[in-house]
């Protein structure tokens, strides 16, 4: 780019982020050798990348979702051994925890 050359940009867009986020765009700009407005405004433009980033979050939300129901099933485990005082077998506890490891 040219020193004095008139880029036609007179549009302002602010983004409050974390610290951390700053830095990691500063360091990714950085990394492709652009400024930071020129790195978030490709990014912007490459909507393929966004849909790709909305396909992972759905899929993280409906991971979460299915974590949340398995919390809640082992902690209705819990409450109902605590109630008739007897715990499961090891092999059982150790089979729900190696399935959750998988995960």
Do not use: W
Request: with cysteine.
């Amino acid at each position: 780019m040219a020193a004095g050359k008139k880029l036609n940009r007179n549009a302002r867009i602010e983004l409050r982020t974390t610290e951390q986020l700053k830095n990691y765009l500063v360091q990714k700009a950085a990394e492709n050798n652009k400024t930071v407005n020129d790195y978030c405004t490709d990014v912007l433009k490459n909507f393929e990348y966004a849909e790709q980033l909305m396909q992972i979050e759905s899929i993280q939300k409906q991971k979460i979702k299915l974590l949340l129901n398995i919390a809640n099933n082992i902690n209705q485990l819990a409450r109902h051994c605590n109630t008739i005082k007897e715990a499961p077998q090891r092999d059982i506890l150790n089979a729900i925890f190696n399935e959750l490891k998988r995960m």
